[in-house]
Nanobody, 117 residues
C-alpha cells in the first residue's frame, strides 16, 4: 500500500495561483493528479514519469506545471491563471509500474481547490 504525504490547495480568486505537493512512498513509474468536480467524472490533470516525462490535459496545458526536483522528493503541481472551472477535489495518484492499470492506481486522500471571487 502506497502512503501519501500531501499538502496545498485552498481558496483563491480567479487568475490566482496555488501549488499542490505530493510525496508517495516507494519508487513509482508515474505520479500525478486527477481531479473531480461534483457531478463530474474524475479527469486527468497531469503526471510525471520516473524519468521526467510529463503529460498534461488540454484544459490545463500552459497554465499548470508539474515537476519533481529528484527521486525521493515531492512532486509539485504549480497551478497558475486559475479559473472557476478548475474548482474540484484534486487527487494525487501513484502508478507503480507501466503495466499498472487505472483500477490499480494508488490514491491520496484528495485536496480541495476552490477558485471563486
Amino acid at each position: 500500500q502506497v502512503q501519501f504525504v500531501e499538502s496545498g490547495g485552498g481558496l483563491v480568486q480567479p487568475g490566482g495561483s496555488l501549488r499542490l505537493s505530493c510525496l508517495p512512498s516507494g519508487d513509482n513509474y508515474a505520479v500525478g493528479w486527477y481531479r473531480q468536480a461534483p457531478g463530474d467524472e474524475r479527469e486527468l490533470v497531469a503526471y510525471i514519469s520516473r524519468i521526467g516525462f510529463v503529460t498534461y490535459s488540454d484544459v490545463v496545458k500552459g497554465r499548470f506545471n508539474i515537476d519533481r526536483e529528484n527521486a525521493g522528493k515531492p512532486v509539485t503541481l504549480q497551478m497558475n491563471s486559475l479559473e472557476p472551472e478548475d474548482t474540484a477535489v484534486y487527487y494525487c495518484f501513484a502508478r507503480r509500474a507501466l503495466k499498472t492499470s487505472f483500477n490499480e492506481y494508488d490514491w491520496g486522500q484528495g485536496t480541495q481547490v476552490t477558485v471563486s471571487s
